[in-house]
């Protein structure tokens, strides 16, 4: 066994995941992904060839195994795409909350640093704009989101409660929308929509009349933020939550445009019905993580969009979708 700093990701097969295994490896980690293949899939972590790393199918529903010595966990099995929160939502609802709480009792059980991720859903359809840490969100707890934003909310709970009774170093990240390769062409979430669309020669459909707005934030960035909130100092760090995304705020049918001249497409943009409780606004408040971490997102949407491409033309080549 060697001496490298052992980190298991649940979720690890997944989009965001798989490039938090990336950037473990190379900066020397053991790591190890717990996932049940559900949203994520193998092929997103088929280029890894590293003898510290191990991928194990499991479901964080259940008791993780027992897997050595653990120094960090990093808690990102979720589905997340709105797509599947009806289809999948007892599932999700169970993976935020007894999922959250078998992450949590092993970082206690191994005395290592916990950092779940949460999410800007948190916040709801918010009144506060753009969102701080502080605002407690608008969600519809009887709404069709429900399963997913208020088990995140409860993760959050969970955490607290591990905190003040284990005094257990977790450190939470709502993530606001992110995007880049690795993502799914039919994960539902609006850029893999958007640029799916676009490649088949479809016209892209916006939901409501597209003013609606949201933030993108390249893949690159999460993960810089994530790595600096898990490395920095305990005394920084420690029961902090914290926002990560990018404040470049957009409108939907902005968006739209913006994709079809990033891959010079003839389609059209069409309008259908906006769906229940989708946010009419979300931009997070970075002024925290910037504060703490000297962290600041740099990759400009356009960038993003040009280095998220070539990964959906060759997913929509293959045989696989
Ligand atoms: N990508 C974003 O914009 C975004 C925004 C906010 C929050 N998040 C959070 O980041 C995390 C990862 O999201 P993502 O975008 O990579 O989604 P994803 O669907 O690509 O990845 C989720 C991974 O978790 C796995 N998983 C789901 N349920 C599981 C279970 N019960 N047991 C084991 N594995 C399970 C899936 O198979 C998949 O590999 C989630 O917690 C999500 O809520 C992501």
Redesign the pocket.
Same mark, same amino acid.
């Given at each position: 066994m060697s001496d490298a700093q052992h980190a298991v990701i *649940?979720?690890g #097969?997944?989009? @965001? &995941?798989s490039h938090l295994v990336d950037s473990l490896l190379d900066d020397g980690f053991r790591v190890t992904s717990?996932?049940?293949?559900?949203? &994520?899939c193998p092929q997103n972590l088929a280029h890894v060839d590293s003898e510290r790393f191990d991928s194990v199918e499991?479901? @964080? /529903?259940e008791p993780f195994p027992e897997l050595g010595d653990v120094d960090y966990v990093f808690h990102? #099995?979720? /589905? #997340?795409?709105p797509k599947d929160f009806a289809s999948h939502a007892v +599932?999700i609802a169970l *993976?935020n909350s007894e999922?959250a709480h078998n992450a949590l009792a092993y970082a206690r059980d191994h005395d290592a640093r916990a950092i779940p #991720?949460s999410?800007? +859903?948190i916040y709801g359809d918010p009144e506060v704009h753009p969102q701080t840490e502080e605002y407690n969100g608008n969600v519809n707890v009887r709404g069709p989101r429900a399963p997913y934003d208020e088990s *995140?909310r409860f993760s959050e709970a969970l955490a607290v409660a591990f905190r003040q009774q284990y005094d257990v170093d977790i450190r939470t990240i709502r993530?606001?929308? *992110?995007y880049g390769p690795r993502m799914r062409p039919d994960d539902g979430r609006v850029i893999p929509n958007f640029l799916s669309q676009a490649l088949q020669g479809d016209d892209l459909t916006v939901y409501g009349d597209g003013t609606q707005t949201r933030s993108f934030c390249y893949i690159d960035d999460l993960v810089a933020g994530i790595r600096a909130f898990a490395d920095a100092d305990l005394e920084v760090a420690a029961g902090e939550v914290i926002n990560i995304g990018n404040t470049e705020e957009i409108e939907i049918r902005e968006l739209a445009e913006v994709v079809i001249d990033a891959l010079d497409a003839d389609s059209d943009v069409v309008y259908e019905d906006l769906p229940e409780d989708d946010p009419q606004v979300r931009r997070p408040d970075i002024t925290c993580v910037k504060k703490l971490l000297d962290w600041e997102p740099s990759v400009s949407l356009k960038d993003g969009i040009e280095r998220t491409l070539p990964h959906f033309r060759d997913d929509l080549g293959s045989d696989d979708y």
């Open positions: *649940t979720g #097969a997944g989009f @965001v &995941g717990l996932d049940n293949f559900g949203s &994520g499991h479901d @964080v /529903r990102f #099995a979720s /589905r #997340a795409s +599932e *993976t999922g #991720a999410t800007s +859903e *995140t993530i606001f929308n *992110t």
